[in-house]
């Protein structure tokens, strides 16, 4: 069984049809997915999602892109926001210099504030960053000297010295359909070194659809094609990396691992395609 770590359920190309969107998961071999919130206007939203369709969690936090207009100043703005039992993480939020659609020091606050409450909560910080690689290291080594907490590098797109930097300060690597790209041969060769234990996966849907569906909407169901080209490229089988990948969730996103523990799990999920997994359920 495989676990999205990340995707936007509540986003259009995926809310219209929630219940397709993971049925069509399920029958790929996709058992759980953490639907993201970038928005704290929005959390109402994933929260629902995760309370209504069973092995789906939800997390809150607002987006770099949005942290000129709504991003945080305060801790206390998203810790308002973690009683519920399906908010397993925080997030996503970080730093983006590519697109810049807010400022830089709009983005550097709310960050500030994302990291503080995943200091004071112990939930996960689920973080985004592109093109603004010095500061994230060093605004995360700075709090994680300060006091610990979990952290969750996701869409990693980055180069190997930030994968070495953040493992070295104990954070996970989330890899995306990105990997696939025929253009993305230095991620591959970074990928290849992301230690086991590290590891998870991810879609981002409805974004970033791998190979071979690039160019169509992204689905949950899609992160068993990036499975598979990962678990080729690190050569291991299929079910090893399914199952490491699985197991890293979970140590990471405890909350998630007791909610399932109490019953919130899917209905059946189809083992891995033979296609995708290169051998026999």
Known sequence: MLVDSHCHLNYEGLREDVDGVLSRARNAGVGYLLTINTRLAEADEVCAIAETHPGVFASVGVHPHEAEKNGVRVPDAILAHLDHPLVVGIGETGLDYYYEHAPRAAQRESFAAHIAASQESGLPLIVHTREAEDDTIAMLTAAMKEREFPLLIHC???????????????????????????????????????????????????YLAPVPHRGKRCEPAYVADTARFLAELRGVPMAALARTTSENFFRLFTRAAAARDDGHRPPEVSALPMSIAGEPG
Request: net charge neutral.
């Open 156 to 206: 990693f797109t980055g180069t190997r010295r930030l994968m070495k930097e953040m493992v070295a300060i104990g954070a996970f690597i989330s890899i995306s359909g990105i990997v696939t790209f025929k253009n993305a041969r230095d991620l591959q060769e970074t990928a290849k070194e992301i230690p086991n234990e590290r590891l998870l996966v991810e879609t981002d849907a409805p």
